[in-house]
């Protein structure tokens, strides 16, 4: 069995060092870059299985670029990305609208949703996920991942989304 790589761009250093410790202690190689652009240029030069990426209210754009960036490079678009976040995943099973893109666009329109920085979105009948986001300047970004995971971290749920996806 190949040794699989994850890259692991996590802000919090408790959640980053338990990541580590239990994907490593099962057998994954670890690449944990010093900052985000160190993220990118790590991402390029290794190609990882994975990339973990933690997210919160308060994350810095920068998290989300990254994905972005992943999303606009032929040889990284296809490397799966997990989103650790302790916000709260909001799941839809509308059968009439498979576009989540259109479901973020209804949920905005909730009073309650529309000026959160950060929704994280499931459409549990078309196994859809994706994350809509506003920048500094108010512009919205929207980019699908493979899987989210709520802090706090527990390994076992930690090791089933990592095997599930990978």
């Known amino acids: 069995?190949?040794?699989?790589?994850?890259?692991?761009?996590?802000d919090d250093i408790n959640d980053?060092?338990?990541?580590?410790?239990?994907?490593?202690?099962?057998?994954?190689?670890?690449?944990?870059?010093?900052?985000?652009?160190?993220?990118?240029?790590?991402?390029?030069?290794?190609?990882?299985?994975l990339v973990i990426l933690g997210i919160s209210k308060k994350s810095q754009f920068e998290n989300f670029e990254i994905v972005k960036e992943m999303k606009k490079n032929t040889l990284l678009k296809k490397i799966p990305v997990l989103i650790l976040s302790s916000i709260n995943v909001l799941t839809t099973s509308d059968n009439t609208?498979?576009?989540?893109?259109?479901?973020?666009a209804d949920f905005r329109l909730r009073p309650e949703i529309k000026d959160m920085p950060v929704l994280l979105v499931k459409h549990s009948t078309y196994n859809?996920?994706?994350?809509?986001?506003?920048?500094?300047?108010?512009?919205?970004?929207?980019f699908e991942v493979d899987?989210?995971?709520?802090?706090?971290?527990?390994?076992?749920?930690?090791?089933?989304?990592?095997?599930r996806i990978l």
């Open 1 to 10: 069995m190949d040794i699989r790589k994850v890259l692991l761009i996590e």
């Open 16 to 49: 980053r060092k338990l990541v580590h410790s239990i994907l490593k202690n099962h057998k994954f190689y670890i690449i944990i870059p010093e900052n985000k652009t160190n993220g990118m240029e790590k991402m390029k030069s290794e190609v990882p299985d």
């Open 97 to 104: 609208k498979e576009d989540i893109q259109k479901i973020i």
């Open 128 to 142: 859809k996920l994706g994350i809509d986001y506003q920048d500094q300047h108010g512009n919205s970004g929207y």
């Open 147 to 163: 899987g989210f995971l709520n802090k706090p971290i527990n390994e076992m749920s930690l090791l089933a989304e990592v095997e």
